[in-house]
């Protein structure tokens, strides 16, 4: 199995620009997860699906960020538009139905300039 | 709400020596807890996890946890700390379907 796969795996943009992060689950894997890891915060969940709906998106910082699920093996987190403070590293993680453990990705690293 | 406290952001260590990262929960009831390792640039993985069976737990790479729940603490350890356990370490606690971090704590072995 491939894991989780996350692209790109850097991004540099200027402030104001829509970036779109994208992430492949381990097929199969019935949740998905986004989060978001900074030295301020530490690892914050974003928001997460269940068989691509959307469950909790309560850790989403404002209406710039979004998230899709339109298939059970992609899933997308827009920012539009983008700020300085939204540099971060970004990472998905899925987990199948009952399962216990989360399995991460690489991560996206994303500087907004 | 359940939450997760690692004390000591940085701990360091000789190679060799003993390696222990504390991690306290706080939970209404029994969690699933789990350490999470990060080595630089990468993703986490999976150390270990603790699911309500045996209460001393072994994992990956020479590292085990005991789960206490008088002491409401899962600490990791490790009998000789090598090099190439330079990371950073998270007590995670699971809830239904979703996690809770603790802050991290960074692990620096020098020779």
């Known amino acids: 199995d491939a894991g989780v796969i996350q692209s790109p795996r850097h991004e540099v943009t200027e402030m104001g620009q829509e970036v779109t992060l994208r992430c492949k689950p381990i097929s199969g894997h019935d949740y998905l997860f986004w989060y978001r890891q900074t030295m301020m915060r530490g690892l914050e969940l974003l928001i997460y699906f269940n068989n691509n709906v959307p469950i909790d998106d309560s850790g989403m910082p404002e209406d710039r960020f979004s998230a899709k699920m339109p298939n059970a093996s992609f899933s997308t987190l827009k920012i539009q538009p983008s700020e300085p403070r939204d540099s971060a590293v970004y990472f998905c993680?899925?987990?199948?139905?009952?399962?216990?453990?989360?399995?991460f990705g690489p991560g996206t690293r994303l500087t907004v300039l | 709400a359940q939450s997760v406290t690692q004390l000591g952001s940085h701990v360091s260590v000789s190679e060799g020596a003993l390696v222990l990262l504390r991690c306290n929960y706080s939970s209404s009831v029994p969690p699933y807890l789990f350490w999470y390792v990060q080595y630089p640039n990468q993703g986490l993985q999976l150390l270990l996890k603790y699911t309500s069976a045996a209460t001393l737990v072994k994992g990956i790479n020479g590292f085990e946890a005991e789960f206490k729940k008088s002491e409401t603490s899962f600490h990791l350890t490790k009998p000789s700390a090598h090099m190439s356990d330079a990371a950073e370490y998270f007590c995670?606690?699971?809830?239904?379907?979703?996690?809770?971090f603790g802050k991290g704590t960074m692990l620096l072995v020098s020779p």
């Open positions: 993680a899925s987990t199948p139905e009952g399962g216990d453990t989360q399995y």
């Open positions: 995670v606690s699971s809830g239904y379907s979703t996690l809770t």
